[in-house]
C-alpha cells in the first residue's frame, strides 16, 4: 500500500492529524494511529473488559484527571497502578499540587523541602497534609475490615469513597465501581502510611486476596483488552492475569519509552506476550515507542471524538 | 506555578491539546508545547532567518509534504538535509512512492528487489527510474555551470526547477528561492548518480562555494532561529553556520530520540551549543525527546492554526 | 584535568581496562570506572549497609550466579528484587535452565510450549517443575507461621533454606543471612503459587511486616550504599527505606538504559533523589547509561580484583 | 543451548570475561562476545577489507589513540570519519588536547572560552592555535594538488603526513597508506578552515573524485568487513559503497546507542541492509546497542589478546 504523504489543514482537530497519520502509516506516526483504531475497537466492544496500565510519574505530570475522565466515560474496567501514581492522584485530591517552573539544584531544593519528579515539584507540606488526612481515613475504614486483612483493592476503595475531588481517578475508580490493584503498596508514600498507621491501630493488607478478585474478573470476561502506558509491574500484572486464565488479550496497547535490548518485561515488544499465551495469536496490538504525555492525550483525544460520533 | 490537569474536549483541535499540553507544562507534552511557543515566534518574526535541518527517514515516512508545505508559507528560509531526503523526495517527485504493509524477511526482500526503510518500503524500480531521470537533468544543467564546480546548493536549485510535483520540497525551495544545502551530497544515491555522471560528462562538485553560499547567508541576517529534525550533520552544519558569524542562534527548537550520553552532537541538549556560542546565552530554545514522525505534524498543525489567526 | 588516551595493552586484565576507562574520565566509560570506585568504597567500608536492587530479566541473562558470588562474598547485605528474578533463580535451583539459539516467531514458540524473555527461552516444563516443587516447599513450612501472615521475606528465607544449587542467589541469601525483600511477590509467577496454595491451604503473606524488617535494617545501619540494577520498584523500595530514616544513602550506584525523560523513577538520575532526601546532599553516586549484562560484569570483575588485592 | 552462568575469576582478563559473556550467549552481553568474533574473523583474513566508520565524539573520549593503534596493528583498511573526529584528533596532534572536571554552565563556560561535548571540554585557545597550524599545513600542500582539485582523502593524507603525533589516527592512516574518507568535510572546523584558506589561496575540494577512490577499493576487495561506531553518515557512506559493487558486505558489527523506530539509518538494525543488498544475505553481523566508549575498548582488547595469540 502506498504511503501517503501526511497533510496538515487548517483547525484540524486531533482525529483528522491521527487519521492523516493513519494514512501514512509507517513509523511512530503509524503506530500511534494503529493505537487508536485498537483502543477504540477495545473500548466500544462490551463484552471487552479494558485493563488500565499506570507506570511512570504520570499523575505528576497532569494526566490524573485523564485517567478519571475514561473512568467516568465507561472506557475502563480494571486499574493496576504504581503506589506513587496513587498516591499522587490521593495528594491532589486533599487540595495539594504539583509545581512546575522552580528553580535551584537537588540539594538547594531538599533545604527548601521540595522534592523534584523530573521537571515537576511537589512540598514537603504535601506529604505532611496527606499524613494528617490519610490517617484519619485509614481510622474511619471499618475495624473489623482492617484486622481480618483487606485486600488493596478493597482498600483503595474505600479511600476513593472519601474522596471529594471530582479529578481524582482513585475517586472516579470507587465511584464507577472501577477496581485499582496496586501488588506492591508497600513500595509508595501511601504503603508507608499503612505501616504506620498499623503501628498503632489493627490493619492487615491481604495481597493474596488481591490476586484473587482480579483473577476472578479474567476468568468472567468475555474478551480483554490491555492498555499499557509505561511498563513497570503493572505490565507484568495485567499480562500474568489473563495468563493464568489460559486464555490471553485480545487487544493490547503498550506506550513507553523503554526499549526491548534490555531484556526486561518494561520495555518487552507485545509479541514476545504472544509466546507466553499472554496475548493470543491472533490478538490485534501495538507497540508504540513515544512519551506517554504525548501520546497518550491524543490517542484519548481521537478516540473519544470516534467514540462521540459512533454513538 | 501550579501544573494544571490536561483535559480532553470533545472535537479538540490540535491547537486545544497544544494549550492543554502548555497548561500542564511538564515532561515531553510541556516541552512541545514550548516548541510549538518558540517555531511560532522565530516564524512571525521578519527579521528571523529560520534554519531547518532534515536528518532521518523523514520523506519516506511521508513528511516530505509538509517540508514543501513550510516552504510556500513562507516559513522557513534555509534548509540544510542528508542527501537520502533529498534523493527520496525526488522519487516521489519522478512519480515513484514508498510503500508499507509488505511482508518478508530482508533476505527475501533482496530477491524481490525491495528496499526496507524501518516498515517503509520501496522498489529497485524506482530507483532505476531516478536514474534514468536523474541522469537527464544532470545533462540539461548548463555545462559550463557544470564543467567550473557548481555548488550542491545550485546543483539542487538546478534539480527543483526541473520537477513537476508540487508537493516536492526539492521543487518548492527551488519556486521560493530557498536554498538547500547537503555538505554530504557525496553520501547518497543522488551524489551516487553526480559521480557516475561525471564518469562520461564534465560536473564538478564545488563544496566550499556552498560554504561561502551559506556562510553569507549567516552574516546577512538580523536574528536567526533553527528547527532541527533528527540530529546527523544537518544540526551541526546549522549550528556551526552561525558560530562562524560570532553571534549564535536567537531560536531552537530540536526534536529527536537521540540522547546525550553518548556524547555525540545529534543527541547534546541545546545548551551545550551555547557554550560553543553557537546559541546565544539567552536564546530561547527547547529540546524535545520525542519522534519526528509523531511530534512534528503535531508542531506544524498547532503552529499554523496559530500563525493564520494572527494574520 | 586532562583526559587521557585509552591504551589496550596485551592480556589486560579487566581491572586495567577499567583504569584507563577511569583515567579518560568521561563518556560512559568513565562513568563505569568511578561506578567501581563507588562500589569498591560501599563494600569495603564495614559500617556500610549495602542494598542491591534487582530489575529486569538478570537471572535470565545469566547473572544470578553472580548476584549468589556476591552474596557469599559479604558484599551485599540487603536485596530487594522483582518477583520474576526470584522465580527464575529459583527455577534454576530446580534443575531447570534457561537456552538461547532457539527459532521461531512467538506465536509458534507458544505452539511448542516455550516462552521468549528477548533472545532467552524457558519452557513450560521448567514452569510445571517449578509449580510441583515450590507447592511441597510450602507445605513444608512451618503452619503456623504461615497462617498467621509470614512477610515475603521470611517466605523467601524459608525458600532458600530448602535450595541445594549453590549458585542460586535465593540459596545464597538464606545461607548468609541477607534478607531479600519483594514487595510485589503477588506480581510474579512465584506469587501467583503462592496464591494456589492458599486457596487450598493456610497462607497468609504480610507486606507490611517487609516494610518493618526493611526499615528496622535501615535504622540500624551506620552509612548505606545502594546499587540499582535496572529501575522498577526495587529502585524506589530501597530509596524510600532510607527516606523514612530521615537520613539518605552515602553511596549510589545506578546502571540502568532507562533514561529520565519519561520523568519515572527507573530513569531518573540520583541527583533527583537528593530533593527527596533519599541520597545524601554530599553522596558519591553515579548513574551510568548502560546495559546491565554488560556493565556489572565488568563492574563486579574489577571490583573483586581491587578488594582481594587490598585484602 | 542452555544458557551458562556469568562466573567472574579473580584477575579476569578482558578476554575472559568476554568469553563468559558468550556462553551465556544473551542480551547485550552476548552480543559483545559475538561482535569480538566477528571482528576477529574479519581482521584475521586476509582477503577481507576492512572499513571502520567512526561518528560521535569519539575522539574527544579519548579513543584517537585506539584507531591510530589499529591502523598500526593492520586491522583497518578504510576510514570513514565525521569531520568532527578528524578535526579533534588533530588538535590532539597539535599538543593541544581535551579537558574533563570543569564546572560552571554553559553560558559561563562561554565567557571562559570552554567548549562543551558532553562532559568533555576544549577551549578556544586549541581552535586557535588550531587555525594557525592548519593555514600552514594547507600552504605546504604543493599548489598544483591544491588548484586542480583535491580530494578529501588526499587531503587528509597531506595533512597526516606533516603530523607528529604517533597517538594520532590521521597519522597513522598517513604512515600506514590508509585512507579516509570523509564525504560531509566542510560539516567540520576543518572544513571551515579549508574554505577560510580558499578565500586567499588557490584551494578546490573535489568530492567526486572521493567517490571514486573509495569505489575503487571496494571493486578492488575479494571481501569486505565494516565496524560502525556510531551511525550517522558513516555508516551510510561504507554501505552504499559496497551497495555500488552488486556484492555487499560479509561481515558487519555496529555498536550504538541509537535505535530503528526513528526510522533513521544511523540505528536501523544490520538486517535492513540486507535488504538492500549492501550486506550479503548470509553476512555475518551483530547489532550491538551500548555506548562505544564502553563497549569498543572491550571489544579491541579482547580481539587484541585473541589475534596475538592466534599468531
Known sequence: MKIKRIEIGEQMSVLDL???????????????????DIFVQMVSDPDVKVFLGLAGALVPAGLGGLFADLIREGFVDVIVSTGANITHDIIEAFGEHHERGVKGDDSELRKRGINRIYDAYVSDKAFIKFEERIQQIFKDINVEKRKNGISVCDLLNEIGKRLKDKNSFVKAAADEGVPIFCPAITDSILGL??????????????????????????????????????????KNHILQTMLITGRGFDYAVQITLDRPESGG???????????????????????????????????????????????
Not at 491472533?282 to 506517554?292: E, F, G, Q, T
Not at 491524543?298 to 478516540?303: M, Q, R, S, T, V
Open 18 to 36: 491521527v487519521r492523516e497519520m493513519g494514512a501514512s502509516g509507517v513509523f511512530c506516526a503509524g503506530r500511534l494511529a494503529k493505537a487508536v
Open 193 to 234: 502510611q499503612a505501616w504506620l498507621f498499623s503501628q498503632l491501630n489493627p490493619l492487615k493488607i491481604d495481597v493474596l486476596e488481591d490476586l484473587h478478585q482480579i483473577i476472578n474478573i479474567a476468568y468472567e470476561s468475555k474478551k480483554s483488552g490491555a492498555i499499557f502506558l509505561g511498563g513497570g509491574f503493572p
Open 265 to 311: 518485561l518494561s520495555g518487552a515488544p507485545l509479541s514476545e506476550a504472544r509466546s507466553w499465551g499472554k496475548l493470543k495469536s491472533d490478538a490485534n496490538s501495538i507497540d508504540l515507542i513515544a512519551d506517554v504525555t504525548i501520546a497518550f492525550p491524543i490517542l484519548a483525544a481521537a478516540a473519544k471524538q470516534r467514540l462521540k460520533k459512533d454513538v
